[in-house]
């Protein structure tokens, strides 16, 4: 089992800034990449920013420059760090890790529960 604990959520107003965190522990052997999602109401899940476990990074466009995804890999943990928020950012924010449990070569993606941002205007 692959659990996912996110925390840093909160209110803030435009403008502010946020740090949300995400520890994975349990049974795992190696984890490719971590990223965080986010999914507004009534809207789909759609992806913030990844960073692999080779240091390779992908942001949505609408985040650039105003966010910042960094990773420790001893330590199986992934941050956020959000600047200049506004409130479209506002979301519940989910970490996902893709993580190998195995020496198969397989990996498969677990979820946290979620930590929602919410940015007053």
């Known amino acids: 089992q692959v659990q996912l604990v996110e925390s840093g959520g909160g209110l803030v107003q435009a403008g502010g800034s946020l740090r949300l965190s995400c520890v994975a522990s349990?049974?795992?052997?190696?984890?490719?990449?971590m990223g965080w999602y986010r999914q507004a109401p009534g809207k789909q899940r759609e992806l913030v920013a990844l960073?692999?476990?080779?240091?390779?990074?992908n942001y949505k466009d609408s985040v650039k420059g105003r966010f910042t995804i960094s990773g420790d890999n001893a330590k199986n943990t992934v941050y956020l760090q959000m600047n200049s928020l506004k409130p479209e950012d506002t979301a519940v924010y989910y970490c996902n890790a893709g993580a190998s449990r195995d020496h198969t070569g397989r990996y498969y993606p677990y979820w946290g529960q979620g930590t929602q941002v919410t940015v007053s205007s």
């Open positions: 349990g049974r795992i052997i190696s984890i490719n990449s």
């Open positions: 960073i692999t476990s080779g240091g390779a990074i």
